[in-house]
């Protein structure tokens, strides 16, 4: 198979050049009153005499086949008609030239009366030009639930799974492909997100208030993003300047609360300081104040604490190409848990009773430098870099495990055309600066000292290749090199095809290679909140740093088919991937219940992935979503090929989502998780045994809300739901917990919901 990808990669990378004898490219304009010119998107553009058209892309370039003949017309003479609502239609005869531009003039009275929407756009919803699995939440679907961070952004989305990390920190990581959240490329904005020390914590440091949208990759991502992306990408995109005005946000405030005594307050506000400058300010806090123990473990089911977070950006934009937007966030996170009766001004390390503490400070600046050329609007160059402080101090028991990561990364992007529209490539400069120093100390049981420390200096290359073959072919090819200062040259080529086999029917294919470090410790901090003992094994041995970089390839497919049925819309989509690991750090649960063991992979390790989705209006203004989805992921632990641990093999979803013409809303979301393999109990005395695997269950969320007022001037929503509503729960969620200094104190072995049901409420309220 990667001699096949690579002689796929090297055929379409070298020769560029398609057959475009029989294509005409253009691109639609506008002109200003300055005399600048601006793409327009979605224009319209088909032969006179014929049904044989398309549309211009978000760059105003469109690309058409020659008609057969014109119907309307002596055959000698091509007409095209390019229309775009609000302008007047143009019609151009075509004559020996396959590249035109077109500049569209507005109606001489454009002003609209009233009008009635009768199509609308799917929150979630899969670009058809695109030849990657990229599908996109936006901010109608994040509405569906309450969404208080992104970790809960995902609960109508049937792709990604989010889990607890462990019982007792309030963690949560996500699941894509089977795989564990870190090898899926969380990024923000195209810059560097929820990596390195905050693995654990970072899906927490993103308020759900603030983001604008999600797109979710399946698969290998693009070389322009970097190196890491194994599983697929989740990008966020946060409310920005020219967004927020747009949407007509320009104060935003969202307030919640729940049964468990969670509060918390969001604020975006938006002013338009001048015509070229413009500043957001988005601030949020939270805070658990009430002390929950569900299962009388006499242990804390969801930490106490609070969060600070807050965003300040500036854009600059001199509406002739050249853009600038930076700005700087900061955030203190604190939780506090354990024990029911622990007291941290008293009991903290203490030996008798038993209580966390994680205090994280992060501080990051970024900046995004733009210039777009205006007569040739297909040709652009970008910079954007973005620097990070990261400090964490934690103790779990009588463990105590303090970081600090410093990292600096620089993206550097040219993109244009080789002769015409039909050949596109962007290429570029990369640069990742990653300063880690760790240290673990556990006294008591199993005493235990390391400080990792390590330095990460990335250069790199890339170059990507879009060849517009017909309108019915798309293929992309990616190549980029890296110098790793620890591991040496990466190479990283990937490709992505899409053909369209029909008007409705979409076939995407793509495959890649992904590399990554492994930060064992803070991708994995639940470990240090139970007893077993952390063996680290096949590590430098100077600098204790993994001795290989984690290597995936990733193989994927999807087939798209967009129906109506009874004249309503609907789409069906199935994909199926596979992830084979050349190599991995092993964590290993299952050799001894009272031992974590770290180690290079030394056999197989692979997830394969097949996942089918229906989306439909089944009355208007009622959609369903159906989804069901098996996993089969195994990895070679202490010579055994065996099933990862607490993974769904299958998983069934379904969500209802309606809208009432006065403005009431309606979700309802209903998972099915299957059974999960449970990592090995059996040496354990009885009363410290589980059973070898779950049991499959149900979980049930709902959400009511009501609008008022006007979208683009004032408007309030209200909303009430209930998550969980069969309060069905892990009950065993801790073993031993009556002895937390024991040798089989274990807090890792988590496979369902840790709390019941929980209902909130909250009110949402923007001005313009």
């Known amino acids: 198979m990667k001699q096949i990808f690579i002689i796929l990669f090297v055929i379409f990378f070298i020769y560029p050049k398609g057959y475009s004898q029989n294509m005409i490219r253009g691109i639609v304009l506008e002109e200003s009153t300055k005399g600048t010119f601006t793409p327009i998107m979605g224009a319209t553009a088909f032969w006179l005499g014929t049904n044989e058209g398309t549309q211009s892309d978000t760059s105003g370039v469109f690309k058409l ?31 020996n030239d396959d590249k035109i531009s077109v500049i569209l003039a507005q109606e001489a009275n454009h002003s609209l009366q009233e009008i009635e929407v009768t199509e609308r756009i799917n929150s979630t919803f899969l670009n058809s030009l695109e030849p990657l699995n990229t599908k996109t939440m936006s901010e109608k679907e994040l509405f569906k639930a309450a969404c208080c961070n992104l970790s809960e952004s995902f609960e109508t989305n049937p792709s990604v799974d989010v889990n607890f990390a462990d019982a007792v920190s309030g963690a949560k990581q996500i699941q894509m492909l089977g795989l564990s959240g870190i090898y899926t490329q969380l990024s923000n904005e195209n810059l560097p997100g929820t990596r390195g020390l905050a693995a654990n914590y970072g899906l927490g440091y993103i308020p759900g208030s603030w983001i604008e949208s999600i797109q979710v990759t399946k698969g290998a991502g693009s070389v322009a993003n970097g190196y890491e992306s194994i599983a697929g990408q989740i990008n966020v ?30 604020a975006n506000y938006t002013q338009k300081i001048s015509p070229k400058w413009a500043t957001t300010l988005l601030l949020h806090g939270n805070g658990q104040s009430m002390k929950i123990d569900q299962n009388k473990d006499n242990f804390l089911d969801i930490p106490l604490g609070y969060q600070v977070n807050g965003i300040n950006r500036w854009k600059y934009d001199n509406n002739k190409g050249f853009m600038v937007q ?64 990261h400090k964490t101090d934690n103790y779990f028991g009588q463990t105590v ?7 600096i990364y ?48 990335v250069p790199g290359a890339f170059m990507e290749y879009t060849w517009l073959a017909s309108s019915k072919f798309t293929f992309v090819a990616g190549l980029r090199a890296d110098y790793h200062n620890l591991y040496g040259v990466f190479f990283t080529p990937r490709i992505h095809a899409k053909y369209d086999a029909t008007e409705n029917t979409q076939i995407r294919i793509s495959a890649g290679r992904g590399q990554r470090t492994a930060n064992m410790l803070a991708e994995n901090m639940g470990i240090l909140a139970r007893s077993r003992q952390v063996n680290i094994l096949n590590l430098n041995s ?23 049925l009874n004249y309503k819309k609907g789409n069906v989509t199935l994909d199926y991937y596979r992830t084979d690991f050349q190599n991995q750090v092993v964590v290993d649960y299952d050799k001894s219940p009272q031992q974590i063991n770290f180690y290079n992979l030394n056999g197989l390790s692979f997830s394969n992935s097949v996942q089918v989705e229906l989306n439909y209006e089944i009355i208007k203004r009622l959609d369903i979503r159906v989804a069901y989805r ?31 013409k006065n403005n009431w809303k309606f979700d309802y979301t209903l998972t099915w998780n299957g059974t999960k393999r449970i990592p090995n109990t059996q040496s354990n005395p009885l009363a410290y045994k589980n059973d070898a695997y779950s049991p499959d269950y149900f979980v049930m969320n709902a959400q009511i809300s009501k609008s008022f007022g006007n979208q683009m001037k004032k408007w309030l929503d209200l909303y009430i739901g209930v998550e969980n509503i069969g309060d069905f729960r892990q009950q065993d969620l801790i073993i031993a917990s009556s002895d937390p200094f024991g040798s089989y104190f274990d807090t890792s072995l988590i496979w369902g919901p840790i709390v019941g049901r929980m209902v909130y409420v909250g009110a949402r309220f923007k001005i313009k």
């Open 401 to 407: 495990y303090n970081a600090n990561q410093e990292s």
């Open 326 to 389: 930076f700005g700087i966030k900061a955030l203190k996170d604190y939780r506090l848990g354990g024990e029911m009766n622990f007291d941290e001004s008293k009991d903290k390390l203490s030996k008798n009773i038993y209580g966390l503490g994680i205090n994280t400070e992060r501080l990051e600046a970024f900046t995004k430098i733009g210039y777009v050329f205006p007569q040739k609007k297909y040709k652009s160059i970008g910079f954007m870099a973005s620097a990070l402080s």
């Open 65 to 95: 086949s020659y008609p057969q003949q014109n119907v309307a017309l002596d055959s000698s003479r091509k007409y095209l008609i390019i229309r775009y609502l609000g302008y007047t239609s143009d019609t151009i005869e075509i004559k």
């Open 630 to 660: 098996l996993y089969d992921v195994q990895t070679t632990y202490h010579g055994l090929l065996l099933q990862r641990p607490l993974i769904a093999q299958n998983r069934a979803f379904i969500n209802l989502a309606y809208s009432s």
């Open 542 to 564: 100077t600098q204790n740093y993994p001795s290989q970089a984690e290597i995936g390839w990733n193989y994927g497919m999807s087939i798209s088919q967009d129906f109506r």
């Open 237 to 266: 995109e946060l409310k920005k300047t020219d967004i927020s005005m747009k949407l007509g946000e320009r104060l935003f405030l969202n307030t919640y609360a729940n049964d468990f005594g969670r509060l918390e307050a969001n």
């Open 410 to 457: 620089a993206n550097l992007i040219y993109q244009s055309i080789i002769d015409n529209t039909q050949h596109k490539f962007r290429t570029g400069l990369s640069f990742l600066l990653d300063n880690y120093d760790e240290k673990l100390a556990q006294i008591g049981y199993n005493p235990l000292k390391l400080n990792l420390k390590r330095t990460e200096i």
